[in-house]
């Protein structure tokens, strides 16, 4: 693989730390801006909207640009969201970084992804995204907890400053490795094509897989910290541990859905919704046991992100000739998930079902989730000509 796919990936890891590090720091943030956990859950929330608003807007105004410039000019903004949300004074200036925040790290992913698979050839399409996408992974295992335990010693706004030079880092490396493509500027990109290309039903039954899929792994895991102290009983410096664990199973599940995604992409999706949708479930009704619950978070990991190498790849496929925007579509699914998914786990929290209500809303969740997959793989085969016989 190129060094600049593991490039992007680290771009992938700085900025990815950022969108779901509050999972550990809501406790802190809801007492320091003086709101409740739900209203601080919304910061989830606003940072999903974003990345759904920014993902095909920034495509689109970027879609001409040289790829090294637009991903250095996203980094830049996203910083400086960064610098100001750890000086904001109060909850809604914080809410307002998260979105612009949100908006440059959606079109950084848009062009990562874009610029990645343009890198390698069609067979290594699935490898190089699931390369990309593990910094999302590693920034669960690496980020998210080093991130709880600074903000445990330090205040939760050292975390965002710690984002800020993480990401800066980031920048100056994608500055080294990644090279202008000339060819690829002077291809005959438009928005007007490329919307064209998107035209096929079935690419929006995947984008819709993807939303349902994400929703499913981000509503339990948005308030996770939450239930681990409340329900299962664990102290909050055994909350950093889980949190490593669930991103250790979501690296596992990565790299084996990088490996069989390309040739199985819906049979990888099958598998690993049914067994979201199963520890999902089993973690509504065991909440309490610390034990199981601590089993049942890894496997939440592992099947989650089994299968985003399968949804990130998949839509190239469907629509070769949307490079850039097809990537962003994608971006905005899975935050559509994300935006929407916390929401409803917000609700059944504030309706006095508790916290451990969440993990139903993501069995529910993954189940639609696994019935459009599944009916994605019967359109599939309908239209894939059968094999011509032997004479």
Do not use: K
């Not at 996203?78 to 790290?105: C, D, E, M, N, Q």
């Not at 928005?191 to 819709?208: C, F, G, H, K, V």
């Not at 490593?244 to 990888?268: C, D, E, K, N, Y």
């Amino acid at each position: 693989m190129p060094l600049a796919i593991y490039v992007l990936g680290l771009g992938i890891f700085t900025q990815g730390t950022s969108e779901f590090m509050l999972s550990g720091l809501l406790p802190d943030i809801a007492s320091d801006l003086g709101v409740s956990i739900p209203d601080a859950g919304l910061l989830i929330s606003a940072f999903a909207v974003g990345m759904v608003v920014g993902a095909p807007l920034l495509a689109i105004t970027t879609m001409r640009w040289p790829r090294r410039t637009a991903l250095v000019a996203l980094q830049l903004v996203f910083i400086g969201a960064h610098v100001v949300g750890a000086l904001a004074p109060g909850y809604w200036v914080l809410f307002a970084t998260r979105i612009v925040s949100a908006v440059s790290y959606a079109g950084f992913w848009a062009v990562a992804v874009a610029t990645g698979v343009g890198l390698v050839g069609p067979e290594s399409r699935s490898r190089a995204v699931a390369i990309i996408a593990s910094g999302l992974t590693l920034a669960t295992i690496v980020g998210v907890p080093a991130g709880t335990v600074l903000s445990q010693f330090t205040g939760w706004r050292a975390v965002f400053w710690a984002v800020a030079a993480l990401t800066l880092g980031s920048l100056v490396c994608s500055l080294l490795t990644i090279r202008e493509d000339t060819e690829a500027r002077e291809e005959a990109r438009s928005t007007a094509s490329e919307l064209r290309a998107m035209a096929r039903p079935q690419l929006w039954l995947s984008y819709a897989v993807t939303a349902l899929t994400f929703g499913s792994v981000i509503v339990t895991f948005s308030y996770l910290a939450p239930l681990l102290t409340d329900v299962t009983g664990l102290s909050a410096q055994w909350v950093p541990a889980q949190l490593a664990l669930f991103g250790i199973g979501g690296l596992l599940g990565m790299s084996i859905g990088g490996r069989t995604a390309q040739a199985h992409p819906v049979g990888t999706l099958l598998l690993g919704l049914g067994v979201l949708v199963l520890a999902s479930a089993l973690l509504a009704v065991v909440a309490d046991n610390a034990l199981i619950t601590t089993v049942l978070v890894f496997a939440l990991g592992v099947s989650g992100f089994v299968t985003n190498p399968a949804l990130q790849s998949r839509v190239f496929a469907l629509a070769p000739g949307a490079p850039t925007l097809v990537g962003a579509g994608n971006t905005s699914a899975f935050n559509i998930g994300n935006t929407l998914a916390p929401m409803l786990g917000g609700l059944t929290i504030s309706a006095g079902l508790g916290f451990a209500s969440v993990a139903w809303v993501g069995a529910a969740i993954g189940a639609a989730a696994l019935l459009a997959a599944a009916w994605a793989g019967h359109l599939e085969r309908r239209t894939t000509p059968a094999p011509l016989a032997r004479v």
